[in-house]
């Protein structure tokens, strides 16, 4: 259920008329019906399928490679192995990307020469004339590995003498905040309290496995429908596959789930290969277990808070420190560990502080974005240790927070200063309010406990990458609009949103607009769907172009009517005069007037983020996001003590959205992305034992069913204070992130004892009560 | 491996098709266009490929085709059209349960076998019913909302005739 | 996808019966959760694939002798759903309401759940403390193995190659018995058991107990019955004493191992403390009910 939250003081909004309606999304239909095609239900006549071969082995020489078997099976139409690519490594910044030099020679290779430095790294492509072919063909390819040791365990991994994964060590980035003086600060505290706290490697688990076809045109263009969340990869592939970046065509498709797996290249770069090398068409699906083991996943922390109180709950002062596994290969490592640093300390004022956060190379699976980018990891610890110090100190936890939360104005860790709305207060108080009084229960065995948290987390990115994003508007003659806008929509309504502004700026209702989004060479290039940015620049950059639009209809509007632009409107289909609504020209007359006297229909529209310089690496102080949401989720458990089976019982989230463009669609992003925080919680681990997964399918690696989750209560507040369209702030990311500390805490307060490792699963709340019988 | 000539009755339209034995429903139904049942593991984890067969909800990744010879196939698609949609396809658009849309034809078909069992489930028996199909985009809710809304609506649709 | 194999599709269960083989390249499919997992994963290589799930004579439920049988290809939703089950097989229902998910339960056999020897099985520990049995059949013999006897380790059964499991039957429960049924898995759907357990209490009229059985899934090579805990419970009261004793004797009867779902010493634990919450909560009942 949404509930508004009760009016607080907010900017001036400009009255609108579908923005904040509850309004179908655009793209709802088609999927409710089954007629949406996504990137694997795409064929294509004389369609070759591919295959690919993969390391068994977490780290080893490749000695022997040998694919002459493979080639000679009849049906097989190739085989590629790194020998066959001219450049081949998967290059993850580019200028306008992430934009940094990174450590050469660390970029992972699409396909291992000489070595092979994780279990699932790509070592040969096949394709052939079926599936089951290619399958075949992959069995007769011939390995000989000279083993090496390797190394699965950051702490390991940062000793001298391990096994080194990329020269000259296992240092994969590091950061340092330096603020006032912690040592002055902890020296100055009451008490100090010290916890570490770890999180796992996990997976996205998107519905839809990885997936593409791809096909030469004739410009010799390669051609490639797949389901990403970038499609100006197109960039690296032709970089990788050496062809000129115009020859290559990502067309994306409405993507089934992407949570940050689908940032990273994934299945492209292997169909643009084939395909230029064949000069066919070629699929390539992956399979759920081949997902597991090929794409990103969230990183592993240990995050350790010792933070210094006063008796009174002022917090003086603050030692962090985060390690992060980044796995085989770096991919967004620096930048998830940078997101984390930042957000370390979460949403307090803390004047004395140090934070030194690494992120290590191992010979696990690699590790890169997923919903949250570090921030989530980051949170989990902190608002356990604010808990654990609300606990030291007897105090209520949220009047420990009250105490320490970043007000509008002032500078956060990093310092910046927030400009925004921070009502993290406010939102805790609401959320907690909709909890209630806690269920009571007559077996013993059961115990039942609340908790909260209060997160902040970015939304669009970071700022030296100078983040710019396009979109395009139009009206056609007869009144309708098109909107063209290069973002991919993961599915939680990025392309409504832009049609809604779209629609909302011209007075037509959203089922007069059409988009087409998601294509490299044909729609404007708008940026990742990542980092909860869409909404913020493709948003203000579609608002923007509907904008121009709308100041030409009006200009040829006050001509006919002998009025000010100012005195008219655009609403229902129609160009009216303010004071006289009577008076009346429908849209789709005057896009024609404007067309007979050539005037410009259709804008183009560049959004650019605010620029900052780089931070400080000595003490990373400066300005680094557009903006932060600041949120809160409350949460109730019945925890059953003889099994260690924990329910979730009740469960809300309260955001300040700024602007909820559609509250439907606002709802379902704190469901969704609750249910996500809820899960990271309480059951998923991907399970890596010496480099291998122990969870290789979705038997193991479990995710929420509709039975393990209560009905999430969104509690949308609106300050008008972000800095998208319409005032709204961020929602995708920030979502997810209070709802795994929420749990922790709902946990901790169940059973008077803190669990420092999540998953909380019933063996670690058996283990953990035992602990807290012993003393 | 021996091909053999089957039907496969889906959606109302009959199909012959020759299929070896190793072929599931869910690549043949695939094959035949009906993309709307989706692959999501391959191993009854998921729900993504669920349809009806002769009434009942499963998982045609764990089919074989040749056990669906001659048996009623009913995929979501199967249900409604954009033009005329089936009422949980349409309460599943107005109540926000489609996000990514991957797992909804599956949900589709599981929420209609409920209602056609029970046509005023509660919300744990909706929880019960499409425990078997995975959501990663919605946490559930709003799918849950769309069932009701439909029950109410076909309720209330059954009271006025 | 799935590996190459035949596939035949007989119509009668003699038909069936002619076709399987002494070698175990030849298997029966059944509803093929299991099997046709196996297969993608190439975890079962089998050439001949005879699909059983079908065949009529296979199918229902119903009373003969004295006895509950149920067909070895009736589904677990059969199962859920079925009256006789519900009065005569309180445990085995509870085990289906919770099996997997009800995609999975349309198609999961009774049959194939046991035949694929599992330790996890859910529907073995209540057909344990049913004492069911298993009813062979091949082509030219027929037998019954109580299915104590049937699993024999960690996918082992007692089953010839060349016979099929026909029916399940246990002798009709005495009026006013009582079954329950409770798994442990890491969510609360769709979950392999982490550990399960039921609980039968025969015969309740003397304010002792008369009969009761106890048998544990997941915590062995194969599903198990707790003797040694039956034992100290038969005739006598219920009190706290004796179930706490009880459900340590269970809890020692267990062969647990660790894996990634849990430990051996966790699941050791829980099987105490959860023998010892069924048995309190029986005695609570069959107090109440007396009152
Ligand atoms: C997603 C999922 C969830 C699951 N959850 C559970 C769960 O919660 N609890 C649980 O216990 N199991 C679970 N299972 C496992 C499986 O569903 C059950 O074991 C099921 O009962 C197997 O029956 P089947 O008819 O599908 O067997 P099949 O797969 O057809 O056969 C299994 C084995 O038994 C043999 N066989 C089958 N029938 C006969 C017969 N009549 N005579 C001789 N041999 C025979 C086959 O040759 C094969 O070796 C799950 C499986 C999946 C895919
Ligand atoms: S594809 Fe069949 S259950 Fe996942
Ligand atoms: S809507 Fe994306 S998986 Fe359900």
Redesign the interface.
Known sequence: MTAKGKALPRLDLPPLRQVGRPLRRVDALGKAVGTTVYAGDFTMPDMLHAKVFRSSEPSAHIKQLNVNKARALPGVACVLTADDLPDGKLITDMPGQTGQERRKESDAPVLAARGVRFVGEPIALVAAETLAIAEQALKLIEIEYEVLPGVFDPLEAIKPGAPIIHKPDNIVASWKIRKGNAEAGLAAADLIVENTFRVPFIDHAYIEPEAGVAWMDDQDVINIRVCTQVVEHFRSIAQAVGVPHNKVHVRGTMIGGGFGGKEDITVEIFLALLTKETRRPVRLAYTREESILAHSKRHPFIITHRTGVKNNGRITGAKINMISDSGAYPYLSPYVLLYATVTSCGPYRIDNLTVDSVSVATNNPFASAFRGFGGAQAAVAYEQQMDEMAKALAMDPLELRKINYLKTGDFNAIGQQIKSAIWLEEEATQALAALGKKESVSDDAIKIGQGFATTMQSYGRIMWFHDTSRSWVGIEQDGTIVVRCGAPDLGAGQANSLCLIAAEVLGVSLTDVTFYNSDSAVTPLAGTTTATRQLYMSGNATLKAAKMVREVLLDRAAQHFREKPNNLDLADNKVFIKSDPQQWLSLADLSKMCAVDGLKLQHLALFAAPFADKLNPENLQGDIFPDFTFSAHAIEVAVDTKTGEITVLKSVGCHDVGRAINPIAVEGQIQGGSAQGIGYALMEEVQVRDGVTRTPSLSEFLIPTAKDLPTTRAIILESGTGVGPFGAKGIGEPALTPAAPAVANAVANAIGVRIHNLPLTPERVLAALDRAKRG | ??AKAITLNVNGRRHQVTL?????LL?AL?DLNY??V???????????C?VELNG????S????A??ADGARIL???G????ES??PL??A??????????????GM?I?AK?LLDENPNPS?TE???????????????????NAVQMTAEKMMQQKAQE | MLPEFELLMPRTLPEALEMMDESSKVMPLAGGTNLLVDLRGRLSRPQTLINIGGLDELRGVRVEDGYIVVGSAATIADLKRNALIAKHGQALRQAATVFANPLIRNRATIGGNLAYGSPAADAAPPLLVLGAEVELLSKDTRRTVPLEEFITGVRKTVRHPRELITAIRWPIPPEGSVGVFRKLGLRKADAISVLSIAVMLLHMDTGDCDQLRIALGAVAPTPIRAAAAEDLLDGGPLTPEVIAQAAQLASEATQAIGDIRGSAAYRKRVITALVQRLLTNLAKDTKEKKH
């Not at chain 2, 249900?79 to 954009?82: F, K, Q, V």
């Open positions: 491996m021996k070896f034995p190793n072929v599931t690549e695939r993309t709307d989706k692959n999501g593991c391959e191993k009854g984890d998921c729900g993504a669920a009942r909800i499963i998982n990744c764990l089919v074989l040749w056990q995929t979501n698609a249900l409604g059209t954009m949609p089936h396809q349409e599943f658009a107005d109540a926000g349960a489609v996000q990514c849309g991957y797992c909804t034809s589709i599981a076998a919300e909706i929880r019960e019913a499409i425990s078997g199909n995975l959501c990663r985009c919605t946490g559930y809710s709003q799918i849950i």
